[in-house]
């Protein structure tokens, strides 16, 4: 029998060493995908739901902008849930508190509203009072403005304060990976009007207050001291207040005050 030459022995070597070599690499490479890849994937099929939802949000604040703005009686909008819980959360208060110091006259409109939260880990999407906020671990921020006016119109200080009181009358919460209907429907439009010349004034002292949370009182306060300021020229006319603070209070002088109130029953059904 003649034995193996040293030529193929070293070829033998070779190929096992290859194949070794090839058969490591792809294990490896399989593991780095498994830990790090998936993870990855993972993370960029949350963000894609949060995006999504934002828009399905901002479709809702939308529809209830029509109901408000142009007295449409009824609106339904779908949002798909992603592993994530939608509700109507704990009512914040808003307030509107006007004053005639000379006829000593002081007016308090006041309001409970019940935010709509899409909340999803450690983010949520809160829709209240026309606005919406976005709030995570970094903070919170406004996504969509409400419809807030504060303008000089003929000289005169104008303010135009929406109260867009969504509500419902039971508990409304549901979680997990469905499409939910959600429709509203108006129940109460009603425009209040307070004006200097009803009483002994050239101007109307007004408050505008929320209570709400501290993350979300924040971006209020930045909000309504922005668009006070560069209307009316006043300056820091907002603050928070509270021993949380959690409640936000802005100081202005008017000649017209316009109050809207919506009232819009929210049912959330699946």
Known sequence: MRSPTPLRSRLGATEVLGFVLVFALVASTTGIVYVYGFGGLQDARDATALDNAERA???????????????VPNRATEIKLYDAGLRLEESTTWRVEVRAPADGI????????????????????????????????????????PPFVFRKVGGERVAVVPVIQTRSSTTQNVAGATTVLVRTDLALSETIVETAGNYSETELEVNVSVETTPERAVVWERYLDAEIEAEYGATNPCELDGTDSATVSCEVTAQRVYLGISRIDVDIAT
């Open 106 to 145: 002081e007016k308090t409109y006041s309001s409970d509203v019940e935010p709509l939260v899409y909340a999803a880990q450690d983010t949520e999407l809160v829709y209240t009072n026309g606005a919406l906020l976005r709030v995570d671990r970094g903070g919170a921020v406004m996504k969509r403005a």
């Open 57 to 71: 949000m901002d479709v809702f604040a939308d529809n209830v902008a029509d109901i408000h703005g142009r007295g």
